[in-house]
């Protein structure tokens, strides 16, 4: 039989395992969140210049693959749907 507590553990762990599941897809659209807001597009904050052109790259990556997403889903909107 489980105590209270190991029911608290047991919940919180298979929040944490869900929470890092999505966890690399939150960041990566919190640096392209950031770089979207002008007072904070040129990373002046993040002081590793490598990490700062890893991030920079990460973010341009994102864009592109948000753009062709958009794209994408208009082009599904618009088309005719087929009834075959």
């Not at 047991?10 to 897809?25: A, E, L, T």
């Amino acid at each position: 039989m489980l105590t209270i507590e190991n029911r608290w553990k047991f919940y919180f762990i298979n929040i944490m395992k869900n929470c890092f599941r999505y966890w690399p897809s939150i960041m990566q659209l919190h640096w392209v969140a950031t770089y979207l807001d002008p007072s904070f597009r040129d990373l002046c904050f993040v002081t590793d210049k490598s990490y700062r052109s890893t991030q920079l790259k990460e973010i341009k990556e994102g864009l592109i693959t948000m753009a062709i997403d958009i794209e994408n889903q208009q082009d599904i909107n618009n088309s005719p749907v087929s009834y075959n």
